[in-house]
């Protein structure tokens, strides 16, 4: 089975500063990877996601990703953090083939970006 | 246009009893997606409908049931209520016959058993 790590907890970072949060990936075969934000009292949002192609994803709200094969790892990032980007934060992995595929999620890391 | 929605917002329920959650999806999406989040867990797939048949299944008793209908809004079930299912649970759909699982997330059904 697929499966992705996320080794934080939560991470705390100060506006204004750069921010990473990590996942690793277990995957057979080409890993399609995702990252989802989540904030209080609501569904999950889609950031971005890789499939194939070049190594640095850009997605939603500023947020970037780099896929990296050698490391099984698939980090988020962001240049300049706001305080408006505290939330949970999930890594995901596509899991199964064809059209009856699904995600399979982390365990989620919290960002906490102070003022 | 409207997004997912899901019904109730919160519910409150005892051990034994059986809850009913419904989904109704965005507008052109024809596969919806149940997960499970238990609280500071990442959400758990639960299982999957498009055509009205369930087409894939996560690690869940046969307690947990579903259903989905002609207009592509599903119903989740589940009996015999536990503790243990006490969760938020969310309702995703997609658009099956494009590949790219950007599901779109409804803002769940945070189910309390007592």
């Not at chain 2, 059986?18 to 797939?45: E, I, N």
Request: proline content about 5%; charged content about 15%; overall charge neutral.
């Amino acid at each position: 089975a697929q499966s992705v790590a996320q080794p934080e907890d939560q991470v705390n970072v100060a506006e204004g500063n750069p921010l990473t949060v990590k996942c690793t990936y277990s995957v057979s075969g080409n890993p399609y990877l995702f990252w989802y934000v989540q904030y209080p009292n609501r569904g999950l949002q889609f950031l971005l996601k890789y499939i194939t192609g070049d190594n640095l994803v850009k997605g939603s709200y500023g947020f970037e990703a780099e896929f990296n094969k050698s490391q099984t790892s698939f980090h988020l990032k962001k240049p300049s953090a706001l305080v408006s980007d505290s939330a949970l934060y999930f890594c995901a992995v596509r899991d199964g083939r064809g059209r009856y595929s699904t995600l399979t999620f982390g365990k989620g890391t919290m960002l906490l970006v102070s003022p | 246009d409207a997004g997912v929605t899901q019904s109730p917002t919160h519910l409150i329920k005892t051990r034994g009893q059986q809850v009913t959650l419904r989904c109704s999806p965005k507008s052109g999406h024809d596969t919806v997606s149940w997960y499970q989040q238990a609280l500071g867990q990442g959400p758990q797939f639960i299982f999957q409908y498009y055509e009205e048949e369930e087409r894939q299944r996560g690690n869940f008793p046969d307690r947990f049931s579903g259903h989905q209908f002609p207009n592509y809004s599903s119903e989740l079930n589940v009996n015999a209520l536990l503790l243990g299912d006490s969760a938020l649970y969310l309702c995703a759909s997609s658009v099956t016959r494009v590949f790219d699982e950007k599901l779109f997330f409804g803002s769940g059904t945070q189910l309390s058993v007592l």
